[in-house]
């Protein structure tokens, strides 16, 4: 079973940064695609990146960002601990909202329409709030 755990939400001042973190299980050693979403109060889901993920074979694999966090977010992997994490820097307030780690089907999903939220597995969510 596929499961996905996050943490590292917060409240932070404007300019500041946070790590969130996404755990998983369930699909060690298998390639798929893992992505970062959010979403705002009153808000669509956005895409904010994406990695193509494996549990333990890196090499060669690609990430990807929406415009707005391009240089301020970075999103990386630790196959050791088989998590995704997203580095978050120069927090604005817009940056504002329940933020979701989710992947594509295990072994089957690739990078390709990353920001389409048509991913197979979500996790539950951890909020981070941007004070200005």
């Known amino acids: 079973q596929v499961q996905l755990v996050e943490s590292g939400g917060g409240s932070v001042q404007a300019g500041g940064s946070l790590r969130l973190s996404c755990v998983a299980s369930g699909y060690l050693y298998s390639r798929t695609c893992t992505g970062w979403f959010r979403q705002a109060p009153g808000k669509e889901r956005e895409a904010v990146a994406a990695i193509d993920a494996d549990g333990f074979y890196t090499v060669g694999y690609s990430t990807y960002y929406r415009d707005s966090v391009k240089g301020r977010f970075t999103i990386s992997q630790d196959n050791a601990k088989n998590t995704v994490y997203l580095q978050m820097n120069s927090l604005k307030p817009e940056d504002t909202a329940m933020y979701y780690c989710?992947?594509?089907?295990?072994?089957?999903?690739?990078?390709?329409?990353?920001?389409?939220?048509?991913?197979?597995?979500w996790g539950q969510g951890t909020q981070v709030t941007v004070t200005s």
């Open positions: 989710a992947t594509k089907q295990p072994g089957y999903g690739d990078c390709g329409r990353w920001n389409d939220p048509n991913y197979n597995y």
